[in-house]
T-cell receptor, first 114, second 113 residues
Framework: DTEVTQTPKHLVMGMTNKKSLKCEQH?????MYWYKQKAKKPPELMFV???????INESVPSRFSPECPNSSLLNLHLHALQPEDSALYLC?????????????FGPGTRLTVT | GENVEQHPSTLSVQEGDSAVIKCTYS??????FPWYKQELGKRPQLIID?????GEKKDQRIAVTLNKTAKHFSLHITETQPEDSAVYFC????????????FGTGTQLKVEL
């Protein structure tokens, strides 16, 4: 199994809603990531988990809350989002914690905030 | 921190021609350089990567070259096909940057028939 999976594929939510994005990998990877991507732009790093601990938070607003319940699962909890938060949210993983490990992306969740 | 510049932003070639995309990086401690291809509505897909102890790597029609002294690396696609049309992102990861990949701004490649 060489895939990173994400659910849901699409999500529409209002600014007062609470929702969660889910990411899963069964490759034994020890680092997992959340990215935000706007159209025609590169992925923008949000959070990094290494060995299930948050290691990087790129000054993301608190309305985004990450969680890593176990080594295979990564969640992103959303609350009180703004329309400008509409984007493709990508999860990724790497097999090791270090600079030269290959990073694989999931298919993403297309989020629309109304 | 690391800064990656990528050129050109758009590239149009005829089918069968070669395409070259260039990136420069700022952090001399960077030692891993992947290239991603992203088709419209799809995930970024790792197509080739190179580590700093190697100057060139080739995989069928795709090759990447790295010049550590000049701090630049390039993607070469030969015999381009319409299915090569996509956005290509270069990236760099530094030994001092934890697990953070810094991406270039992307190149929209269009292969015309």
């Amino acid at each position: 199994d060489t895939e990173v999976t994400q659910t849901p594929k699409h999500l529409v939510m209002g600014m007062t809603n609470k929702k969660s994005l889910k990411c899963e990998q069964h490759m034994g990877h020890r680092a997992m990531y959340w990215y935000k991507q706007k159209a025609k732009k590169p992925p923008e790093l949000m959070f990094v988990y290494s060995y299930e601990k948050l290691s990087i938070n790129e000054s993301v607003p608190s309305r985004f809350s990450p969680e890593c319940p176990n080594s295979s699962l990564l969640n992103l909890h959303l609350h009180a989002l703004q329309p400008e938060d509409s984007a493709l949210y990508l999860c990724a993983s790497t097999s090791g914690v270090g600079p030269s490990y290959e990073q694989y992306f999931g298919p993403g969740t297309r989020l629309t905030v109304t | 921190g690391e800064n990656v510049e990528q050129h050109p932003s758009t590239l149009s070639v005829q089918e069968g021609d070669s395409a070259v995309i260039k990136c420069t990086y700022s952090d001399s401690a960077s030692n891993y350089f992947p290239w991603y291809k992203q088709e419209l509505g799809k995930r970024p897909q790792l197509i080739i990567d190179i580590r700093s102890n190697v100057g060139e790597k080739k995989d069928q029609r795709i090759a990447v070259t790295l010049n550590k002294t000049a701090k630049h690396f390039s993607l070469h696609i030969t015999e381009t096909q319409p299915e090569d049309s996509a956005v290509y992102f270069c990236a760099a990861r530094s030994t001092g940057g934890g697990n953070k990949l810094t991406f270039g701004t992307g190149t929209q490649l269009k292969v015309e028939l």
